[in-house]
């Protein structure tokens, strides 16, 4: 399926790691360039490993700019999961070197303090070349921070499940106890401390 490409200054913004025990959440904000389009852009949940490399090297190549923002484990547990994410697209349009005439953000809701018009897109990461951009180069930040995670600590196996709570996840924690970077307001984590 082909992506809409918009036309102007538009950024896509989308989000990575809302559902695991552990890391921050990352998200990013892209404003391609129309003029020099990215093949083969999706989903990033549909792309297999060595797509989303590939995606995620064309786009930092061909994109008139992107940024990253970051919420971490402290700030997710003080504002919850839903104000940290929107703290982080905040974060991660502010670091854009060219200011968007326009936001697209995947989900149903916008954060609040972007200071330049937004639209929710539910399932955007299907729809907007912008957004399937964002959704790629979050992916791809947030897994690596999930390897580096892993060579720390080998023992919870964060490269194979990126930090969701899978079965091995959660009894990784009753053996090896809590990470200073685990959401300590998560419950499988809470019932851990």
Known sequence: MLLAYEIGLVAGVDEVGRGPLVGNVVTAAVILDVNNPVEGLKDSKKCTEKQLHALNEDI???ALC????QATPAEIDELNILHATMLAMTRAVNGL??????VLVDGNRVPRQLG????PCIK????YACIAAASILAKVAR???M?????RH????????KGYPTLEHRQALIDHGVLIEHRKSFGPVQRCL
């Open 60 to 62: 930092q190549a061909k």
């Open 66 to 69: 992107f940024a990253f923002g």
């Open 97 to 102: 070197s060219i200011t968007p005439e326009h």
């Open 116 to 119: 330049v018009p937004a639209t």
């Open 124 to 127: 955007g990461d299907g729809t």
């Open 143 to 145: 897994d690596a921070q």
């Open 147 to 151: 390897v580096d995670l892993d060579r």
């Open 154 to 161: 080998p023992e919870y196996g964060f490269a194979r499940h």
